[in-house]
């Protein structure tokens, strides 16, 4: 149990284009899942809380306008970057929590190439 | 916020030696995580301490979370190829209601046979 994807794996995109990425919980509900940008050589950083029927709560620094979080089921939630642009570049991981209490599971991640 | 400091960012062991990760927090350890990961890969969940002295093991890797809950180790027993990677410990940043983690910048690990 406690399997959670994400698609598409790679994306390569245009300047100025709008790029969605997928989380789902295979095999359980998560009310609430986390988004996470990780740049080469660094660690992951928080960018916000997808909370399911509600708004996401965004971390300091991070443009909710660009960074669009839906999370519209149980099982799934949708980071959409708006407008991208080069700098946006970079590796995005979804993670949700399978038991209340319980370690974060992560997912396969994104690697999003802005040219 | 919680801030996790890790040593070594990097370390070069001899398969079959025994090897030690550290996380150092700047605030008491209400959870502390440990995941692997692979480059390009998402992470890989290995052990979750909460209790000050707790100790746990899987297979060749055991890790321990201080009396005082601010430092945990990662020791792994002769090493194998299959344990290269990224070493990372995360931090419940809540204050204790198993919110959202917060990471060290993780260490490195390459195994050479």
Same mark, same amino acid.
């Given at each position: 149990? $406690?399997?959670?994807?994400?698609?598409?794996?790679?994306?390569?995109?245009? *300047?100025?284009? *709008?790029?969605?990425?997928?989380?789902?919980?295979?095999?359980?509900? #998560?009310?609430?899942?986390?988004?996470?940008?990780?740049? =080469?050589?660094?660690?992951?950083?928080?960018? $916000?809380?997808? %909370?399911?029927?509600?708004? #996401?709560?965004?971390?300091?620094?991070?443009? /909710?306008?660009?960074?669009?979080? %839906?999370? !519209?089921?149980?099982?799934?939630?949708?980071?959409?970057?708006? *407008? #991208?642009? &080069?700098?946006?570049?970079?590796?995005?991981?979804?993670? $949700?929590?399978?038991? $209340?209490?319980? =370690?974060?599971?992560?997912?396969? @991640?994104?690697?999003?190439?802005?040219? | 916020?919680?801030?996790?400091?890790?040593? &070594?960012?990097?370390?070069?062991?001899?398969?079959?030696?025994?090897?030690?990760?550290?996380? +150092?927090?700047?605030?008491?350890?209400?959870?502390?995580?440990?995941?692997?990961?692979?480059?390009?890969?998402?992470?890989?969940?290995?052990?979750?301490?909460?209790?000050?002295?707790?100790?746990?093991?899987?297979?060749?890797?055991?890790? /321990?979370?201080?009396?005082?809950?601010?430092?945990?180790?990662?020791?792994?027993?002769?090493?194998? =190829?299959?344990? !290269?990677?990224?070493?990372?410990?995360? #931090?419940?940043?809540?204050?204790?209601?198993?919110?959202?983690?917060?990471? @060290?910048?993780?260490?490195?690990? +390459?195994?050479? =046979?």
């Amino acid at each position: 149990g $406690a399997v959670v994807s994400q698609h598409p794996s790679r994306v390569i995109c245009k *300047s100025g284009t *709008s790029v969605k990425i997928e989380c789902r919980s295979l095999d359980f509900q #998560a009310t609430t899942m986390f988004w996470y940008r990780q740049f =080469p050589k660094q660690s992951l950083m928080l960018m $916000a809380t997808s %909370n399911e029927g509600s708004k #996401a709560t965004y971390e300091q620094g991070v443009e /909710k306008d660009k960074f669009l979080i %839906n999370h !519209a089921s149980l099982t799934l939630s949708t980071l959409t970057v708006t *407008s #991208a642009h &080069p700098e946006d570049s970079s590796f995005y991981i979804c993670s $949700a929590r399978w038991l $209340a209490g319980g =370690p974060l599971f992560f997912g396969p @991640g994104t690697r999003l190439t802005v040219l | 916020s919680q801030e996790l400091e890790q040593s &070594p960012q990097s370390l070069i062991v001899q398969e079959g030696k025994n090897l030690t990760i550290n996380c +150092t927090s700047s605030k008491t350890l209400y959870g502390l995580y440990w995941y692997k990961q692979k480059y390009g890969e998402g992470l890989i969940f290995l052990m979750m301490l909460q209790k000050g002295g707790e100790e746990k093991s899987h297979e060749k890797i055991t890790a /321990k979370l201080d009396e005082k809950k601010q430092q945990s180790s990662l020791h792994i027993t002769a090493s194998q =190829p299959s344990h !290269a990677g990224i070493y990372l410990c995360g #931090a419940d940043d809540s204050g204790g209601s198993n919110y959202k983690l917060t990471f @060290g910048k993780g260490t490195l690990l +390459t195994v050479n =046979p």
